[in-house]
């Protein structure tokens, strides 16, 4: 018995078009991150990129369940000492909208080299019109 690994040309890579309007944030995640992963496909490989481009719409629409829309919080640091800045996901949705999205999945990707490129096949939009119309996207119903 021999394990087998998939060659770089053995893959191809699908667009998939995920409509973010009035869906959960984690729901939404976690299919996104299963598909920039890879792991819907048969020939999932855990150390390769077998994943598929994800272009999100509507990311401004997107909702939290329960109170966390007035609980959660997005942390940064500088580095520097006393430089840490405590965002609230209501002004983040209202100035950022795509990196809500951008970061719920980044938690959801690997902390390596691999999920760092797995990060750019994910294209987020805040409105509903994206320049990704000629990889024929297929709609993808979370």
Known sequence: MRTYTPKAEDLESHWWLVDAEGKTLGRIATEIAKLLRGKHKPLFTPHMDTGDHVIVVNADKVRLTGRKAEQKTYFRHSG??????????????????????????????????LGRSLRKKLKVYAGAKHPHHSQRPEPLDV
């Open 80 to 113: 520097y000492m006393g430089n840490e800045r405590h965002i609230p996901f209501h002004r983040m949705i209202q100035t950022h909208p795509e990196r809500v999205v951008e970061l719920a999945v980044r938690g959801m990707l690997p902390k390596n080299a």
